[in-house]
């Protein structure tokens, strides 16, 4: 546990705290008075402006309730049958505005209302609740805001993503952040969850899991500011936790709250995973229109009679390592486990008789460009000659061409892959043993994602990954798996 851990703990139990006892103190207030204070929760007065068709859809049971004092407008956006609500309250004491959206479905709305009103109550309850502790002071109100705002976007003119972003302040200048979204089918009002976005499979969930892991801590901007453990812990593959989403520009994009995942210097942390990196982990619905370029597959079992269908590829980035990869050799031929080791070009020279060695003893050998170059910061000619040099430095040194590529960090876009011939393999389980450098931790990781026709993403220049792959090739070999390479892999697609 480090210190933000702790933060994040404390925070954690100040707010379940803050909530519970306001909550008490809600009940408490209702059965002992009818005072004013009350006026905005049977307010039912508010003034409209705007355009109002197509309210009688929605039924006013569900309606956020609105202070008699807030004023309140409805304008049409340019999404047919979507229409924007502004709701403000110029309260010295609780302060409020507040953006929401009003459908011509029942469904949606009862969600979109539910959030906008538990969203007040809380504000107010916090509010009251503070008033009430710190009454002997002589301190002003001025400080609490409560902004929700609302961002729209449509996938194929079919569905509609809704982001919203809540503000709190509670007699501070420093805001809490929170986001809340809703995604549905805008022909039907059907509410779409995760599952429905990635065809309900938890392998599918478990590969995207990494997939978005990998691109938070490969994420330039927020490299400094990650909590490891906590980004770990939120992005289990477990539906649970795939609650906020959209579909942004053909991206799908997960959203944090502030703090949950970074320090709070990251005020909305996000995770963008384009839709055509991760095509075959979608549901039919969600491929239409888009384009495959995930070469990353997790394949349906192989209908073989006699012999397990358990297969597993094991793939080593970064090296040849004069002492690293030759111990890693020997640990997999005790078990007769092939890999396929990634190399990087200006090493292969080098360290030819390793280059040589690996071939020898059955494995696939890979490109993994010339000076481990994030390709996606770099123009198309300069992509070409990185995977060229490399692809001629190998042949220079076995005779043959490598024949599958990596890109460093599992950067790539499409004007990437549209100048690569070979084929773009990333991985779908990740053991960051480039971060822990614990050789008892290679295992756990591999455990806790493991899955049919895994592709498992480790390092040969690390000791401790050459120190912890015999406990992973004991487990796995006790499981029943094959160890195979890489296009054995892609070729049971
Ligand atoms: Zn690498």
Sequence with gaps: ??????????????????????????????????????????????????????????????????????????????????????????????????????????????????????????????IRLKNTVDSNETSSNLGNNLKIEVEMFTHQDRYLSLVFTKNVAIKSNSYDTSIFTLFFNLETGNMVDFKQIVNGDVKNLTSLSDIVRYSIVNNQSYQKHINQEALIKVTEPNWIYYKRFAIIDDSLVLFFNKGEIANSDIVKPTASVSLSSIYSLLSKEFQSGIED???????????????????????????????????????????????????????????????????????????????????????????????????????NVIDQYPTVFRPPYGAKNDAVISVIDLPVILWTIDTMDWKYRD???????????????????????????????????????????????????????
């Design 1 to 126: 546990m480090n210190n933000n851990d702790r933060k994040f703990g404390g925070r954690l139990i100040d707010i379940v705290l803050i909530t519970t006892i306001a909550t008490l103190t809600v009940f408490i207030i209702i059965f002992t008075t009818t005072s004013n204070e009350f006026k905005f929760q049977n307010a039912s007065a508010n003034s409209q402006t705007g355009n109002q068709s197509g309210l009688g859809t929605v039924n006013s049971n569900v309606e956020p309730e609105i202070s008699s004092s807030a004023t309140q407008e409805i304008v049409n956006t340019n999404i047919e049958g979507i229409r924007q609500v502004n709701e403000t309250l110029k309260d010295l004491n609780k302060p409020y505005s507040i953006q929401y959206i009003k459908t011509n479905f029942e469904t949606v709305n009862t969600e979109i209302n539910k959030y906008i009103s538990d969203s007040k109550n809380q504000y107010e309850n916090i």
């Design 293 to 395: 370029h995930s070469v990353v597959t997790v394949s349906p079992p192989k209908k073989d009679n006699n012999s397990s269908d358990k297969r597993v590829a094991l793939t080593f980035d970064d090296g040849p390592h004069p002492t690293v990869t030759t111990s890693i050799l020997d640990t997999l031929d005790k078990y007769d486990a092939k890999a396929t080791f990634f190399v990087v070009g200006n090493r292969v020279e080098k360290y030819a008789d390793i280059v040589i060695e690996t071939l020898a003893r059955g494995h696939e050998v890979g490109n993994h460009t010339w000076n481990h170059e994030n390709l996606t910061k770099v123009n198309s000619n300069q992509v070409i000659e990185q995977v060229n040099a490399t692809n001629n430095a190998i042949y």
């Design 439 to 493: 050789s008892t931790n290679l295992l756990p990781m591999v455990q806790k994602s493991m899955h049919n026709n895994a592709i498992i993403l480790m390092h040969d220049i690390h000791q401790s990954t050459a120190d912890g792959l015999e406990s992973v090739l004991k487990y796995l070999q006790d499981e029943g798996y094959e160890f195979v390479t890489v296009s054995e892999i892609l070729q049971s697609k």
